[in-house]
């Protein structure tokens, strides 16, 4: 169902929530090439969409869940426990070998601003795409 965006907040990860009128929370995320929406990484570019109309799936379902209350800042996470000890045979540091290289990075092919393969040419009316 449609509901209108009455604000935005981000949550505990730094992720943009969209407030919807219905009182529930929905992500919005641009993620190229995956999710495009370039508007949520600007004030402004969200400013512009309030009070435009997205889908809430909690609205869809027959049952809906309450409106969710915006969650306090999490606690800091426990530290991780320590490892496990290294055997006092292990050599140092510096006499292990090195294997494998660089990770693969793919981010490069893609285009930041609309999230096509840049090889294939840029979505209609992309600034990086000089259109």
Same mark, same amino acid.
């Given at each position: 169902m449609?509901?209108?965006?009455?604000?935005?907040?981000q949550?505990?990860?730094?992720?943009?929530? @969209?407030e +919807?009128?219905?009182?529930?929370?929905?992500?919005? &995320?641009?993620?190229?090439?995956?999710q495009? &929406?370039p508007?949520?990484?600007?004030d402004? *570019?969200r400013?512009?969409? +309030?009070?435009?109309a997205? $889908?809430?799936?909690?609205c869809?379902?027959?049952?809906?869940?309450?409106?969710?209350?915006?969650?306090?800042?999490? $606690?800091?996470?426990?530290?991780?426990p320590?490892?496990p000890?290294r055997? @006092?045979?292990?050599p %140092?540091?510096?006499? +292990?070998?090195e294997?494998g290289?660089d990770? @693969?990075?793919?981010?490069? =092919?893609?285009?930041?601003?609309?999230?096509?393969?840049v090889e294939? *040419?840029? =979505?209609?009316?992309? %600034? @990086? *795409?000089?259109?």
């Amino acid at each position: 169902m449609e509901r209108r965006i009455t604000g935005f907040h981000q949550d505990g990860e730094g992720e943009w929530v @969209a407030e +919807l009128e219905c009182g529930h929370g929905q992500h919005v &995320r641009h993620r190229p090439p995956f999710q495009l &929406r370039p508007w949520v990484v600007t004030d402004e *570019g969200r400013r512009q969409r +309030l009070g435009s109309a997205l $889908a809430c799936p909690w609205c869809d379902e027959a049952d809906p869940a309450p409106p969710r209350p915006t969650p306090p800042d999490p $606690a800091p996470p426990d530290p991780a426990p320590p490892g496990p000890a290294r055997p @006092a045979t292990a050599p %140092p540091d510096d006499d +292990l070998e090195e294997e494998g290289g660089d990770p @693969a990075c793919m981010a490069h =092919l893609f285009c930041p601003e609309c999230g096509s393969f840049v090889e294939g *040419g840029h =979505l209609e009316g992309c %600034p @990086a *795409g000089g259109d």
